[in-house]
């Protein structure tokens, strides 16, 4: 689907409809737009880039209803750019080569275009790889939107070329200075009390566009008496949280869980795992992610926590949901508040470290086991101690290949339970330098 305007940077005007509050509000300059003055400030990229006369395509990154496409036209306005906006959703090949085409003789013309993609991560590689010649002659500066990850959606090639630029959820001031703007254009003030004012401003979750449209909702309302925060619940339901499963969220999400657990902060994990539950995560997932944090960060300065994750996954899965969610709330707070230690996770990745660089060296021949005769005469097994014979139950034996300096992995904590195998390792290594192992 495109959507063609004759004027550069002009959206179309029509006079023979209602428009949504959220068109009626949209900037006419960028001075006018909310937030983002990480990019539109005066130190800001875009403002480096408008004021040096040098607009080099860019990529935008932030959740819905941030201001993407309003900058994209908005820019085209600045730099007199012929604004061509498509949707990665509806557009294949066939409609990018038309918009090549028209951009090619425009530039003959004299004239550059700026091309606005709104979802470009939904193109494929061949999709994304067909900028490329374009954006390199100067025929098109190339503006995408996109609210996944680029550097896991985009191509390498086209991200080479484009500056990436984030665009953040608006912050409370910025809502409520929208909301005001808003009862400018409707000539009245939001028939709401206090705490019903914050509350619309929560339900909207940074969203801009989401807020207009609650705003137009409650100016809907015939009430001569303003509307408390109960009223306002009932009648409007709370933006859905951002939250894509599979997306950039996902990760973030389960890395602010991971994190907080690791940092011994119950409230702070509790509080992402809910965010997550209520994103729709299968708490499956989060049951084998919190037993990996069992394993990863806390490993042997508390035993006990691999089972508690392990019980509590089990009994999720006996009570199902919603019941059975409050076992893994419990495994979070227990994982939070244990000991931590990763020595064994970092001793396993120094052992396969030298597994690897050491791969083809044999096992010493006394600690290889002789079923046969000729094995007895190769000398497998001789030499070998029973460890139950030796005093204390501990030869001091070596174990490793015959001429591999013996490495020392495992470096338990002073904290938990490895506080007392630190105490069992120093006992094993003064009783193996004694007997000369």
């Given at each position: 689907?495109?959507?063609?305007?004759?004027?550069?940077?002009?959206?179309?005007?029509?006079?023979?409809?209602?428009?949504?509050?959220?068109?009626?509000?949209?900037?006419?300059?960028?001075?006018?737009?909310?937030?983002?003055?990480?990019?539109?400030?005066?130190?800001?990229?875009?403002?480096?880039?408008?004021?040096?006369?040098?607009?080099?395509?860019?990529?935008?990154?932030?959740?819905?209803?941030?201001?993407?496409?309003?900058?994209?036209?908005?820019?085209?306005?600045?730099?007199?750019?012929y604004?061509?906006?498509?949707?990665?959703?509806?557009?294949?090949?066939?409609?990018?080569?038309k918009?090549?085409?028209?951009?090619?003789?425009?530039?003959d013309?004299?004239?550059?275009?700026?091309?606005?993609?709104?979802?470009?991560?939904?193109?494929?590689?061949?999709?994304?790889?067909?900028?490329?010649?374009?954006?390199?002659?100067?025929?098109?500066?190339?503006?995408?939107?996109?609210?996944?990850?680029?550097?896991?959606?985009?191509?390498?090639?086209?991200?080479?070329?484009?500056?990436?630029?984030?665009?953040?959820?608006?912050?409370?001031?910025?809502?409520?200075?929208?909301?005001?703007?808003?009862?400018?254009?409707?000539?009245?003030?939001?028939?709401?009390?206090?705490?019903?004012?914050?509350?619309?401003?929560?339900?909207?979750?940074?969203?801009?566009?989401?807020?207009?449209?609650?705003?137009?909702?409650?100016?809907?309302?015939?009430?001569?008496?303003?509307?408390?925060?109960?009223?306002?619940?009932?009648?409007?339901?709370?933006?859905?949280?951002?939250?894509?499963?599979?997306?950039?969220?996902?990760?973030?999400?389960?890395?602010?869980?991971?994190?907080?657990?690791r940092?011994?902060?119950?409230?702070?994990?509790?509080?992402?795992?809910?965010?997550?539950?209520?994103g729709?995560?299968?708490?499956?997932?989060?049951?084998?992610?919190?037993?990996?944090?069992?394993?990863?960060?806390?490993?042997?300065?508390?035993?006990?926590?691999?089972?508690?994750?392990?019980?509590?996954?089990?009994?999720?899965?006996?009570?199902?949901?919603?019941?059975?969610?409050l076992?893994?709330?419990?495994?979070?707070?227990?994982?939070?508040?244990?000991?931590?230690?990763?020595?064994?996770?970092?001793?396993?990745?120094?052992?396969?470290?030298?597994?690897?660089?050491?791969?083809?060296?044999?096992?010493?021949?006394?600690?290889?086991?002789?079923?046969?005769?000729?094995?007895?005469?190769?000398?497998?097994g001789d030499?070998?101690?029973?460890?139950?014979?030796?005093?204390?139950?501990?030869s001091?034996?070596?174990?490793?290949?015959?001429?591999?300096?013996?490495?020392?992995?495992?470096?338990?904590?002073?904290?938990?339970?490895?506080?007392?195998?630190?105490?069992?390792?120093?006992?094993?290594?003064?009783?193996?330098?004694?007997?000369?192992?």
């Amino acid at each position: 689907m495109m959507d063609l305007f004759d004027t550069p940077g002009d959206a179309p005007t029509k006079t023979d409809g209602p428009r949504p509050l959220a068109d009626r509000l949209r900037p006419q300059i960028l001075a006018d737009v909310i937030g983002q003055r990480q990019i539109l400030g005066p130190e800001g990229p875009l403002s480096v880039m408008l004021a040096a006369k040098a607009l080099g395509s860019i990529i935008f990154w932030g959740p819905p209803g941030v201001g993407k496409t309003t900058i994209a036209r908005l820019l085209a306005q600045e730099t007199d750019l012929y604004f061509i906006q498509i949707s990665a959703i509806f557009s294949g090949m066939p409609e990018l080569r038309k918009v090549f085409e028209t951009a090619k003789n425009r530039r003959d013309n004299g004239q550059g275009t700026l091309l606005f993609v709104d979802e470009i991560h939904r193109f494929n590689k061949a999709q994304q790889d067909s900028f490329l010649p374009l954006m390199e002659n100067g025929t098109i500066v190339l503006v995408g939107a996109t609210t996944e990850n680029p550097s896991f959606e985009l191509n390498a090639a086209v991200l080479s070329r484009a500056q990436v630029m984030v665009l953040e959820r608006l912050a409370t001031e910025d809502l409520e200075l929208l909301a005001q703007r808003a009862e400018t254009e409707a000539g009245r003030e939001l028939p709401l009390e206090a705490d019903a004012r914050r509350s619309l401003l929560e339900m909207a979750d940074g969203d801009g566009r989401s807020l207009l449209n609650l705003i137009e909702q409650v100016m809907a309302w015939k009430r001569e008496q303003p509307i408390n925060q109960a009223t306002l619940s009932t009648r409007l339901m709370k933006r859905a949280a951002v939250y894509d499963k599979s997306g950039d969220s996902h990760y973030n999400m389960i890395s602010a869980l991971h994190k907080s657990v690791r940092g011994s902060d119950p409230d702070a994990a509790l509080y992402w795992f809910a965010r997550m539950l209520a994103g729709g995560e299968d708490p499956r997932y989060l049951a084998r992610r919190i037993t990996r944090m069992a394993v990863e960060d806390i490993g042997l300065a508390d035993p006990q926590a691999q089972e508690i994750c392990l019980q509590s996954w089990q009994t999720y899965e006996r009570l199902g949901s919603p019941e059975g969610e409050l076992a893994l709330a419990q495994a979070v707070t227990y994982l939070a508040l244990a000991p931590k230690s990763n020595a064994a996770y970092l001793a396993y990745k120094a052992a396969v470290l030298d597994a690897k660089n050491t791969g083809s060296h044999p096992p010493p021949k006394h600690i290889l086991n002789a079923p046969t005769d000729l094995m007895k005469d190769q000398g497998y097994g001789d030499g070998y101690a029973y460890d139950h014979d030796a005093e204390d139950g501990f030869s001091g034996q070596n174990y490793f290949p015959d001429g591999m300096d013996r490495p020392g992995y495992y470096v338990p904590v002073e904290r938990g339970f490895e506080r007392e195998l630190s105490k069992r390792l120093a006992y094993f290594e003064k009783l193996r330098a004694r007997r000369g192992g």
